[in-house]
């Protein structure tokens, strides 16, 4: 099983701890990542103003996985909508993609659909499964709760990303199982952690990212676990940066999927990265078994 | 007596040119106003001795050795990037350096070690000379067959590959007639010395100038960091504009260079937007139009950093941006793309920039990007529902299925469980209207009313409403392609 890895713009810089323990995690369960230097910005940026550059930008990184001849690993969730997003354009709309591999000509580029684009979480719970997931456990975790954050552009628009059912899924809670812990149930689990409106509108940004750590709190959880470079910002970094009239909620810190896959399977902390998440997780190793 | 006229008129425009730019890096300086922490103004050639001096005398020195190694004659961030580069630099670096020592400063280097160093026709000159001619070669075929993707070609650049062509050319060729004929060895002297003195005076002007500058700007930024004396790095900045040599390895890394083959603005390049700095920094004088291109190629950024690590001349270009790029936008005018993602590493340093500053231009981006649409601010008006504006009905079509809109029965589902509105007490008085009524807006071609509310740009793009729209209106999608339209409308290339 070999993939593209598509790692996007944030990650190698702000969220290295993902990089390291998702390509922990897939050595162990031998999946082969092969890396493409030339992949560029997904397009989710300039999708607000420029709708015409936004498929190009998506629609080039295609063409390049299609030359590799590999499947898309993509690990950040907006740059996962993006791409979903322009696949779907091209394959509904001819007109756009005979506009667009002219474009990608001058590149001797084309995309023809050929490429699967998967997010990391659909990898492991599709291509590897949970029997297997299973059997790579060495120390479970024992009553530890984690509050799973989807994250909006995997699961929505459904009929575009077809990651999971959009109103009630199962696939990261199932994920989060494997390991031992506790997936709980808690009201705002499927909403927007407010990255999108961060350096926009940044109180509203603040805002929506205090009431989902308050109801992940209420709901009693010890870490929230996402699977996208801005959730985790959001949760990490910008949740440090509260102003104090929303730091009545602080206290949740949140830690990556592959990072709490890599605890159970024994990997070691540095190998998963764990100090370079900017809040501390290190307690969570106290519920190991 | 000519040649030492000439030497020392070259001599002295080389000196007072070295020194002339080396003022510029303390005379020059990147505003920094708006900050938390603003840099104190008495930042001069004290503070960067100091600097320097504790650096040298401390165990970063080991540092700068390894540096000086790895980087600077070896060359190990060019190999990394293009080996049939590194070749070509490599060639011309080590053949002209092996001349400049062996021949052209020979009678204070060579001869006092070697005192029979004079033979008749020199071996070695021939050779390094070859090995420049062969760089030069190199560097003309990546730039005129290969055309490097994103790697602009400009006077500077032809001038520099001329400039060392005829002083190679001339030497060989008087090393080589200089057994046969006296008479045209004499002639092509005065070619050679002029094309060397011509080149040694407009040094500190040209590109050439990389030489002094590209190791020290892969030395300072070895040593300094973010930590390091804000007046030093203001200083190392406006240095690393002179470090940097256009070579356009930025450009090729850039995450975003895509959007410049779409957009063509030259300045989303990151080293164009270099070339533009140096004389941007000069004066400082900028047109509106300028200012708005710079503007937007500076924002159009996803702060990924690459520029920064492919840099063959370690030019910090990460916080040269940042910083840069607060200055531009806080001298005025519209850059509608602070209202995207673009703005997220902005605000991840909020707490970096003085409050009101860091506000103050979101707000106008906001209030310009609104006001053209007069309709929705006097709500005592009657709206004449016949008078649909179909033209602009039919504008929307960017995205798959954007006449969904036309289904809308408002039932509000997608107001409902819109995060946005469900955070505010009052959702109408801070967003203007709310995603149904934008879509019934669009059922009535009302432009005004459609594009003109807030609620546009705090859209997250979370695809809560369209996901449970039970009608399948694509509210998401429309919402984005009412943003892309009201931009266009904005920048008045649509009616």
Redesign the interface.
Known sequence: MKFTLFIG??I???VQQYELSARAVSEKLGIEVADNREF??CG??????????FI??AA?NLALAEKQGLNMMVLCK?CFGSLKKVA??ME??PLIQEEVNA?LA??NLCYTGKVEIKHFLSILYHDIGIKVLKETITRPFKKLNIATHYG??A????DVTKFDN??APVLFDELVKVTGAKSIDWPLKL??C?????????T??M??TE?KLASGLKAGADYLCVACP?CQ?QFD??QE?MPPHLERSRGLSSIVYPQLLGLAMGLSNDKLGMSRNILDISNIESFLE | MFYDITLYVALTIFGVGLMYKISGWFRFSIDMQNRVISTPAASGIGTAVKGILATLFSPKFLILIRVFVKDVLVQMRIFNEDILRWLMHMLIFTGFMFLLITHALGKIIVTPLFDRYYLALNPFLLVAGTMVLSGIAIAGYRRLVLKVARLKTSAMDYYVLIIIAIIILSGMAMELTKLTSYEYHQKIWYIHVFACLFGLAYLPFSKMLHMFTTPLSLLANAVMDKQSDPGNIQIRQMMELDACTRCGTCSNRCSVAVAFDRIGNEYILPSERMAFLKDYYADKTISTKGLEAIQQGIYLCTNCDRCTVACPAGINLRELWFNVREEMIQRGHFVDLMLTPFSYFRGLNINEFDSEQYDKPLASVRKKITEPYKLLHRSDDIIPLTSANQKFKDTAGLTDRSGTYAYCFTCENCSTVCPVVGNYEDPQKNLDLLPHQIMRSMGFGIRDLAMGSRMLWYCLTCYQCQEHCPQSVKVTDILYELKNLSVTYNSGKQQ
Do not use: F, W
């Open positions: 713009c944030n190698p810089v702000r560029k910005c989710n940026p300039i999708r607000n103003t420029d709708h015409q550059t190009l930008m080039r907006c779907h354009l509904q709309n474009e001058k590149e909006c552009h699961l929505r628009p459904s959009p109103v909403e927007c407010g990255a999108p409106m961060l350096g926009v509108m940044d509203l940004s805002d929506l009431k801005y910002m970094r910008v940066m």
